[in-house]
């Protein structure tokens, strides 16, 4: 059974559908920018999609919305750090930091840190050997805007593709193996709305061989485009069936505001899914084999 790594922490790749609660201590994000600015904040949110049931945290200090102006790292560390000093020692579950900047990054992995999301897909040379000299679990993800110089004619599943086919021969010839590496799509980063629907639709056209796979849709506007456009806040049931779709896929873990919701859909998505295997299986039929 292929597993993916994050430090210490070891997850099965078995169709468990694991939840990563999104914890947003920033000004402006889209959704929930400004709840949990503060680390006594930030912490009771925290513990609370733990209770609720996510397998991990994943704590970010920048907005990446569209048209987002970037902040610099010495900013985002100023807001992150109090965060994960509150994080380090009362989580059970680990926690990944989002960001694009090798320092940032470096500081949270001393401060406890098990993975790092990079939303410009690792392709800072420095924020390689960090993941490589570090052990962490690695989540790269695709984005239009980084990676498709040379490809914009090209259907969206050949871009993400041929960007993972790519950085994770790079990856690998920096000494990160492949059970380290969570491939993310990328959907909302450069992509049209018809694009984000088939990324969602075809998961399994789209996931690399031995890696996890991360889909982060949640309340995003890929939703509210297919569902009349309420505000984010009140995207929750589309989100959770466009994760369930992706699940369906082979998607092993999905990003999530709404992790209570979202850990009851992915785990009756997952019985589903393993009764499915299990007949499909058997040439009799029988699940229990």
């Given at each position: ?5 994050a ?5 099965p ?14 000004p ?34 920048q ?13 985002e ?36 840190a ?71 799509p ?91 295997r ?12």
């Open positions: 059974m292929s597993v993916w790594r430090g210490q922490a070891v997850f790749l078995d169709g468990t559908g694991y939840v990563m609660g999104i914890l947003n201590v920033t402006d994000s889209f959704s929930d920018g400004g709840q949990f600015q503060q680390a006594g904040q930030a912490l009771a949110h925290a513990l609370q999609m733990e209770r609720d049931g996510a397998a991990l945290i994943d704590a970010g200090a907005s990446t919305r569209p048209g987002f102006t970037a902040v610099p790292p010495e900013e560390w100023r807001r992150l750090a109090p965060v994960l000093e509150a994080l380090r020692g009362s989580l059970r579950v680990p926690f990944s930091v989002d960001t694009f900047y090798p320092e940032v990054a470096r500081r949270a992995l001393e401060a406890g098990s993975a790092i999301n990079d939303v410009t897909g690792f392709r800072d040379p420095a924020m390689r050997r960090l993941a490589a000299e570090s052990g962490c679990g690695c989540i790269v993800m695709h984005n239009g805007a980084c990676h498709d110089a040379g490809r914009e004619h090209w259907d969206v599943l050949d871009r993400v593709r041929a960007f993972f086919s790519e950085v994770l021969e790079q990856m690998e010839r920096d000494g990160i193996p492949r059970e380290r590496i969570c491939a993310d990328g959907v909302g980063f450069g992509k049209t709305q018809r694009e984000n629907l088939a990324l969602l639709a075809q998961v399994d056209r789209i996931k690399p061989p031995g890696c996890a796979f991360l889909m982060a849709a949640s309340r995003k506007r890929v939703i509210g485009a297919a569902c009349g456009n309420p505000p984010p806040a009140e995207r929750m049931p589309g989100t959770l069936a466009a994760h369930t779709l992706a699940q369906a896929g082979g998607a092993d873990f999905l990003r999530a505001h709404d992790v209570k919701e979202a850990v009851q859909a992915a785990r009756v998505a997952s019985a589903v899914l393993r009764l499915r299990g007949v499909e299986a058997n040439a009799d039929g029988d699940p229990c084999g």
